[in-house]
């Protein structure tokens, strides 16, 4: 409440303007666009597109990081590609995704997916390759072998913290990736909304969508990604359990 009254304040002092809005024009275009249902209606498009781009990248990510991770070769020189790719702005690909796909849904799915996938594979990459040998040699000598039980009983128990881990940031990864996918593609969304707030030059709908972004973004990984990998630690014994 103080930070608002900060916020308030230095915009009647200091005259800000068009240039940044106050509180009472943002809180006022945040309550019209519940309102009128646009707000709610960008939302449920944008975690739409989120969601099914973050099972994509989860199943490409995890399917690369275990191939990484028992294959030598594969890891040797495909894996650095990898690498290499993580370092390259998912906003990179979107003209070729316009090329490829236009300006659609699938273009957006298709450049968050890339945001995300690889952060994905590197951690699971990781969590794949750091587990002790002596539980893979134990599991051989209780009769698990080496295919689909292996991989499922302890392979992925082993691997699971990492992979929490690295979904915790693909998470983050794919929203800077969604909202850049959604400044240029048609239809509804959060980043449809920051573009037509420019559009008209209204500062007060940009920072709307700011703000709500970033909550969106806590309060799932708070509520979601953190619990479970604190759940995870605990169980794990690497952290002990609040009382």
């Known amino acids: 409440m103080l930070l608002i009254l900060i916020w308030e304040a230095a915009y009647r002092i200091f005259g800000w303007g068009w240039r940044f809005p106050s509180a009472l024009q943002t809180f006022h275009t945040f309550y019209d ?3 009128n249902g646009q707000l709610l209606e960008a939302v449920y498009s944008s975690l739409r597109r989120i969601i099914i781009a973050f099972a994509l990248s989860c199943v490409i990510g995890v399917s690369l990081g275990v191939l990484f991770a028992r294959n030598r070769f594969v890891d040797e020189t495909f894996g650095f590609l990898v690498v290499a790719l993580q370092t390259v702005p998912s906003i990179a690909w979107l003209p070729f995704a316009i090329i490829w796909f236009g300006l659609n849904d699938f273009s957006v799915v298709f450049i968050t997916t ?3 996938t690889w952060t994905m594979a590197i951690s699971s990459r990781s969590g794949f390759r750091n587990i002790p040998s002596l539980y893979l040699k134990a599991a051989e000598m209780f009769g698990t072998g080496r295919g689909v039980k292996l ?4 392979m992925v128990p082993a691997a699971v913290p990492h992979l929490i881990t690295g979904m915790r940031m ?3 990864f794919a929203w800077r990736a969604l909202v850049s996918g959604e400044l240029i593609a048609r239809g509804v969304g959060l980043g449809q909304m920051l573009e037509e707030g420019r559009n008209i030059g209204d500062t007060s709908i940009m920072l709307c969508v700011v703000l709500l972004i970033a909550v969106i973004g806590t309060v799932s990984d708070h509520l979601v990604f953190k ?3 604190d759940r995870i630690m ?5 952290h002990s359990a609040k009382s």
């Open 114 to 116: 890339i945001g995300a």
């Open 234 to 238: 605990v169980r794990y014994g690497l």
């Open 170 to 172: 693909a998470w983050a």
């Open 227 to 229: 619990r479970i990998e």
């Open 151 to 154: 991989f499922f009983q302890i």
């Open 33 to 35: 666009g519940l309102v």
